[in-house]
């Protein structure tokens, strides 16, 4: 089962570390489960606008860009490097 190391989401250098996804699919629900945490319900309280793939020293990010209000977009970044390609 996946698990969340610390980090508030808010840059690259501090992003939400996943770790033990035995799947990207578990990885990516993982995801999903700690933005609900953050947001609330999905694609009620937020919806995701955009999701982007990228690549620093070595690691794999997932950025992901929620829509909290027509004004209000928000990037919560996730090091998927443990589970990326799995």
Same mark, same amino acid.
């Given at each position: 089962?996946?698990?969340? !190391? ?7 250098? $501090?992003?939400? !570390?996943? #770790?033990?996804?035995?799947? +990207? ?9 700690? #933005? ?8 009620? =309280?937020?919806? #995701?606008?955009?999701?982007? #793939? ?7 990010? $997932?950025?992901?860009? !929620?829509?909290?209000?027509? +004004? =209000?977009?928000r =990037? !919560?970044?996730? $090091?998927? +490097? $443990?589970?990326?390609?799995?």
């Amino acid at each position: 089962m996946a698990r969340f !190391v610390g980090n508030t989401g808010q840059s690259m250098e $501090d992003a939400v !570390v996943i #770790l033990d996804a035995r799947t +990207t699919a578990e990885g990516i629900a993982a995801e999903y489960k700690h #933005l609900e945490a953050l947001f609330g319900k999905r694609n009620i =309280d937020w919806r #995701l606008h955009r999701q982007t #793939l990228a690549k620093a020293n070595g690691r794999h990010y $997932d950025v992901m860009t !929620v829509e909290i209000s027509p +004004t =209000d977009f928000r =990037d !919560v970044y996730f $090091d998927i +490097t $443990d589970f990326f390609g799995k």
